[in-house]
């Protein structure tokens, strides 16, 4: 058993299919817990409060930040996003292997304070099938779609700063790769200090 859960950062394109992949890890494997965050965008339809978001005011929002209640927050095409601490906190130091579905500046924040967090960035096989994605959702005005593709452009140059990256093309396979890649992260040196610490002291009574 290392020593607390692996802190994971899943970023990537708007309509890649990050939220559709979290879903089915989830679904797939019980030791992870999804990072809920805040936002001051309005929920898309079948979006339920304290599940997909906590959705708050642009003043409430303020409040979190001013009260340090987040580990992180950002902007993105017009309204802010930030992720609670507690909850993050919490969930490693109980074991689990947090994932944040935030985007880069968010995320690059994040490894700055935990130089540990795994960064992964999910893609669309090519741009054509994101725009495809994006707009088959159906949950964005044309003009929202162009916004989030022009901020993809962005987030492109910045994607190699990212530890993995991960192409979802097909779903099954990229669900199993997202869990491959965050399992092996167990086996870091790093985070076994306790077992060195142990094995260490075992061999000196030798
Ligand atoms: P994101 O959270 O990255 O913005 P979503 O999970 O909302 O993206 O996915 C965008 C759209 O693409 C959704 O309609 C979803 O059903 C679809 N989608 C997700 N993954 C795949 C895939 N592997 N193949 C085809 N369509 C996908
Ligand atoms: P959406 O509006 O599509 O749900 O999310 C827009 C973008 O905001 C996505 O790239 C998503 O990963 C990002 N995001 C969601 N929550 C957070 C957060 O707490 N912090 C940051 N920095 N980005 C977030």
């Known amino acids: ?39 001051t965008r309005s929920p898309r339809e079948g979006e339920a409060h304290g599940r997909e978001y906590f959705f708050v005011t642009e003043e409430e929002f303020d409040r979190m930040v001013r009260e340090e209640q987040l580990l992180e927050y950002a902007r993105y095409v017009k309204h802010s996003y930030g992720t609670p601490k507690s909850y993050v906190m919490e969930q490693l130091q109980a074991g689990k292997d947090v994932i944040l579905e935030i985007e880069i500046q968010g995320a690059l924040k994040v490894k700055e304070k935990f130089p540990e967090t795994l960064l992964l960035f999910v893609s669309a096989p090519d741009a054509a099938e994101l725009r495809r994605r994006l707009t088959g959702r159906g949950s964005e005005s044309e ?51 306790r077992f060195v610490e142990k094995i260490r002291g075992e061999l000196a009574e030798c």
């Open 143 to 193: 003009e929202v779609i162009r916004e989030r593709l022009a901020r993809a452009k962005e987030e492109a140059d910045g994607m190699d700063r990212y530890d993995y990256l991960l192409i979802n093309d097909d779903l099954d396979a990229c669900v199993e790769e997202m869990h491959r890649i965050i399992q092996a992260q167990h086996a870091r040196m790093s985070n076994n200090r």
């Open 1 to 39: 058993m290392s020593d607390q859960g692996i802190l994971a950062v899943v970023s990537g394109f708007s309509g890649a299919g990050k939220g559709t992949l979290m879903k089915e890890l989830l679904s797939r494997y019980d030791n992870y817990a999804l990072s809920v965050s805040a936002t």
